[in-house]
């Protein structure tokens, strides 16, 4: 039974300390995106929300990595209470990184801001002159149109300046053939891709972590209670 216990605490150990690397990896994450922002999408207030998803990742990890400090402690204090309240934060943490994985995976399929959607909106208005709304997304994300260039060609409008390679739509070879819906879907998918994975790491170890913690507490409590049995 001790042997059992104290196989249960290094393991334990191990599975906070790479926890706690986790939490590191999801501080990094966040830092990146707030540093990947370019300066156009600063200026016309196209984040979408990055920067708040960015200060949320750091403030996740820094929890991940307090909760796997906790957790070391409780383990090295071999306290039943402290080792239940560990279990307890970490069922915690995988629902939330659940959630937000789900949200996050959504918006990278469906979502699409209301910005681009009025944008769109304004480009199948044939009384519509002008479109800087998406003309703006056109010229950032290298698109042209919806679904593509000839979108323009279909509702017997000239391709924008924003639709071209250095707005030079002299040349063919210039013009964005890309639609910007997919584009923008490609973006979010690729900001995104890195936390999904980074997530569904943590919350497999956090599902391991408080399984463990379990078996622990038993594991303490047999022996505590076969001690006092003897004696």
Request: hydrophobic share 45%; net charge negative; aromatic share 10%.
């Amino acid at each position: 039974m001790h042997c059992t216990t104290r196989l249960l605490r290094y393991v334990l150990c191990v599975i906070s300390g790479i926890c706690a690397l986790g939490g590191c990896l999801l501080i990094w994450y966040g830092a990146w995106l707030l540093d990947s922002l370019s300066d156009q999408q600063a200026v016309m207030g196209m984040d979408h929300g990055e920067d708040l998803a960015a200060v949320l990742c750091i403030l996740l990890g820094i929890v991940v990595i307090v909760t796997s400090v906790f957790g070391s402690v409780a383990v090295v204090k071999d306290s039943r209470t402290l080792l239940i309240c560990y279990a307890v934060v970490l069922v915690l943490l995988l629902i939330i990184q659940f959630v937000m994985v789900s949200i996050s995976y959504a918006a990278s399929r469906e979502s699409l801001p209301d910005s681009l959607r009025q944008g769109f909106d304004d480009l199948w208005d044939l009384q519509h002159e002008g479109n800087s709304t998406l003309n703006t997304y056109e010229e950032w994300l290298h698109c042209c149109g919806r679904n593509s260039a000839e979108d323009y060609l279909h509702l017997e409008k000239e391709p924008p300046p924003s639709c071209c390679l250095d707005q030079d739509c002299s040349k063919l070879l210039n013009l964005f053939m890309a639609g910007c819906e997919n584009k923008f879907k490609e973006y979010v998918s690729g900001k995104t891709a890195n936390f999904h994975s980074l997530s569904w790491f943590l919350i497999l170890f956090e599902f391991a972590g408080s399984v463990t913690t379990c078996y622990l507490v038993d594991s303490i409590r047999n022996h505590r209670d076969r001690i006092r049995f003897y004696n």
